[in-house]
C-alpha cells in the first residue's frame, strides 16, 4: 500500500526559504511530483522527477528544485525566493505507470494529505 507523508510546511516571509519533504512508503521510486493548490484555484503541478529527469513549472524555474532519496525513500521541495503567491497547500504525488511523467495532476494516482505552505509580503 503506498503511503505518502509530507512535512516541512510553514510560514515564511516573502524571500525565505522552506523544504518540503515526503516520506514514502509501499512504492518503488518512479514519476513522482509536487503540487500546489491554493484556494479557489485548480490543483497545479510545481515539479515533477523521474529518474534523473525533472520537470519543473515555469513559475518555480529557477526557484524551486525537486530531488528524490531513494536510500531514505524520501522526496524532496527545496523552495527559494519564496513569494506570497507561493502560498498554497502542497501536495507529493506517485503515478503508478511511469509513462508520461508530467506536471498534468490527473496522471497521478496516489496522493499524501498536504502540508501548508503560506508567505508574507
Known amino acids: 500500500q503506498v503511503q505518502l507523508v509530507e512535512s516541512g510546511g510553514g510560514s515564511v516571509q516573502a524571500g525565505g526559504s522552506l523544504r518540503l519533504s515526503c516520506a514514502v512508503s509501499g512504492y518503488t521510486f518512479g514519476c513522482m511530483g509536487w503540487f500546489r493548490q491554493a484556494p479557489g484555484k485548480e490543483r497545479e503541478g510545481v515539479a515533477a522527477i523521474y529518474g534523473r529527469n525533472t520537470a519543473t513549472a515555469d513559475?518555480?524555474?529557477?526557484?524551486?528544485?525537486?530531488?528524490?532519496?531513494?536510500?531514505?525513500?524520501?522526496?524532496?521541495?527545496?523552495?527559494?525566493?519564496?513569494?506570497?503567491?507561493d502560498t498554497a497547500m502542497y501536495y507529493c504525488a506517485a503515478k503508478l505507470s511511469s509513462i508520461g511523467c508530467g506536471l498534468n495532476s490527473g496522471l497521478y494516482s496516489k496522493w499524501g494529505q498536504g502540508t501548508q505552505v503560506t508567505v508574507s509580503s
Open 59 to 85: 513559475s518555480a524555474k529557477g526557484r524551486f528544485t525537486i530531488s528524490r532519496d531513494s536510500a531514505k525513500n524520501t522526496l524532496s521541495l527545496q523552495m527559494n525566493s519564496l513569494k506570497p503567491e
